[in-house]
């Protein structure tokens, strides 16, 4: 008599690219069946955010590092291209799985092809289970008093602060019996993530380490040597004092159940400001799943009627760190370099793009969404609307950061300026951030030229405050009018 052969389970593998706390992983191996673990790149599906240039970069390397992550443990992973439902469609009759296992995605895009793949699934009779991981809280489980979703971020980090009954992170299965049968093939070089013509990823290379165990080390040693003081340091772009963990958590390499019970033991200023950082990221994605277009429309629609100003020139200036206002341009430079950018930095150089160049945030959001390692579908707009003030719980409109004074008092040495802009690193402290203040003599000594070697300021901060402040105020009056 033949022993017929149980069914495999596939496990679906998209921004959670672990094998530690993976509840998808985790169903199928404790069913005691083959496991088809898939990955598909799904860039025909045109309601899908097509992925940047730099995420690319990373999603490549952290799969290779998921793949041999598997192969320690008995499987391997299964790269297909393709429309997620096909491509499913096609694993279950090559292989006659009866399981499909997934952790949830909150972009409400992805969210809707999962939706409708366990619908289908569910509708031939084929189980199909789904689990958490990505965010410590359900959008759609949240509420406020009235029913509605939180659009202030302290009340609803208050709301989830009272649920904070967490679960543990589950532990990486030990073994897994990986399915031995024929399906997909591509390999990872077919995929075609890497940049090529030019390979302008050298920088990336030299400061990261996309992948799971890469992503737990961070969170160890930033625990170990940065948590204390974060509250303090987190601000001085010159020192490394945050985490770095944002592309980690971008392709879900860790989870923030991971992180909150890295920190459980602490009690520290700076584990609570940590704490309150990552419930950011949680208060992102919460505006995203109730606001599907968070990265096209403004969250208040009186920002519709905004006049933004058409200066390709402008842009690109800010794109390529040559506004001639050096904390601006050091962090566009450590964006195009490294793939990253600090958190104060991004605040003042989106700051400047929108509000000193009055360009539409929607081009930053997009130029960061293409150069940014960690983009990411929830924090990108929600962040880019901040500062724009269009968005939830929103800078105010008269807050414009002024380049000068922010470089000055978050960067006192010049110690990022100088890291990043070389050409005019040999200037004193007291012009690192004005250069176009410092002597003639004093510049022609140190070989700086201003319109030649380093730009003169594109704008005048001064005039182009005053400017943003009648748009913004018109804006204002016409929604109290
Ligand atoms: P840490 O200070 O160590 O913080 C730990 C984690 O908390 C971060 O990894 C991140 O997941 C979360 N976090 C921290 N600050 C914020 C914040 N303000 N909003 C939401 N989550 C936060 N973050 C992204 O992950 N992806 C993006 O695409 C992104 N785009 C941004 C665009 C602009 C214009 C601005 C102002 C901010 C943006 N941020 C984005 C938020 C923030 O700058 C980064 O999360 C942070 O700099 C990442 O570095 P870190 O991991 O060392 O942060």
Redesign the pocket.
Known sequence: MSRQRPAPSIVLFRRDLRIEDNGALAAAVDRDTPVIALYIFDEEDRNLRAMGAASRWWLHHSLAALDHRLRQTGANLLLARGRTYDIVGEAIGASGADCVFWNRRYDPSEAAVDDRLKANLREQGLTARSFDGALLHEPSLLKTGAGGFYKVYTPFWKAMADKADLRDPIDAPGSIDGWRGEFAGLRLEDLDLLPTKPDWAQGLRQIWTPGEEAGKARIHE?IEHDLEG?ERR?DIPGKQA?????PH??FGEITPFQIVASLRKSRSAGASK?RS??G??E??YHLLFHNPDLAGRNFRPEFDAMSWRDDARALRAWQRGLTGYPIVDAGMRELWRTG????RV??I??SFLIKDLMIDWRH??KW??DT?V???PA??P???Q??AGSGADAAPYFRIFNPVLQGEKFDPQGEYVRRHIPEIAALPDRYIHRPWEAPASLLKDNNIELGRTYPKPIVDHGAARDRALIVYRSIKDEKAS
């Open positions: 930033f974060y987190r945050t985490s770095r963990l944002s958590l971008a940590f950082e990552i950011w990221r208060f992102s990253w950018m600090h958190n991004r605040m150089a989106a930053g959001e960061f969404w940014l960690d983009a990411d924090n990108n929600g962040s880019w901040w500062v």
